[in-house]
């Protein structure tokens, strides 16, 4: 498959220049898989799901697929594998499975909130509960898929910690935080302290746009490079094979 860009391009008499805000989130979700081999994808959210059938299509043809109960399916539904939840514990807490969840809250140290905002004796508003963040998290590769970027969502301080980050995970043999994606840029943890460094931007997002959005003091290289652009058979899966009616704009509308 050809790496090259895709302005000017044409797949199938029609042009692929004009790449979407969220075509470029799909690509920087779909890069959360790259290299990962035989594991469970687990992405929640329309985006990540997007992104993690294309990394399957493309450069992750490894990856296992499943229908969210007991099974593992291919790319159009065929079921390839039976996946009873005791098999599924033992890739979620061996380190076999890679899941890109959500987040309502998340600091700089990669800590997560989907439980509730406000103290948590007396919350101002309640979410989904902690669920199984802490078990993900701490037992298996967890990256963050996050569609609206903003002070309220990427906080100095967690209201209540749910997923774990890196200040908070010592001893925990398979913690790792991949990447953050949200709809202004990529982030990953890959400095001294762990903190959470900005590792590329969406193209038309400026540096000074995420440090005003963003509600600690983030690591900044000198220079930003942009998120990859897409090829032109990755674009054409997306619109054409993987989500054909452009419900990834829902997510991201840019």
């Known amino acids: 498959m050809s790496g090259e860009s895709v302005s000017g391009e ?5 042009s692929v220049s004009g790449v979407t805000r969220a075509e470029y989130c799909v690509i920087a979700c779909a890069e959360a898989w790259r290299g990962a081999g035989e594991i469970l994808a687990s992405p929640m959210g329309l985006i990540p799901s997007v992104g993690a059938r294309l990394a399957r299509h493309t450069f992750a043809p490894d990856l296992l697929m499943t229908d969210g109960e007991a099974l593992l399916v291919g790319l159009d539904g065929t079921v390839e594998g039976w996946l009873p939840y005791r ?3 033992a890739l979620v807490t061996g380190g076999r499975r890679h899941v890109m969840m959500g987040a309502s809250q998340i600091d700089r140290y990669g800590n997560q909130n989907i439980a509730c905002v406000g ?21 298996n590769p967890t990256s963050y898929w996050i569609p609206r970027h903003s002070r309220r969502v990427f906080v100095e301080r967690v209201d209540m ?25 990529v982030f990953d943890f890959a400095t001294p302290d762990r903190s959470m460094r900005l590792a590329s931007l969406h193209p038309g997002v400026s540096v000074e746009e995420v440090r005003e959005a963003t509600g600690f003091a983030l690591v900044v290289p000198d220079e930003v490079p942009p998120t990859r652009e897409p090829t032109a058979a990755e674009l054409r899966l997306v619109r054409e094979v ?5 419900s990834r704009a829902r997510e991201v509308a840019a």
């Open 119 to 139: 103290d948590w004796a007396r919350p101002t508003r309640q979410l989904l509960g902690v669920r199984g963040a802490p078990v993900n998290t701490l037992n």
């Open 242 to 246: 993987i989500d054909p009616h452009g």
């Open 87 to 89: 098999q599924h514990l």
């Open 161 to 185: 910690v749910c997923g774990v980050g890196y200040d908070r995970a010592a001893g925990a043999r398979h913690h790792r935080i991949p990447r953050v994606v949200s709809d202004l840029g």
């Open 10 to 14: 044409t797949v199938g008499g029609q």
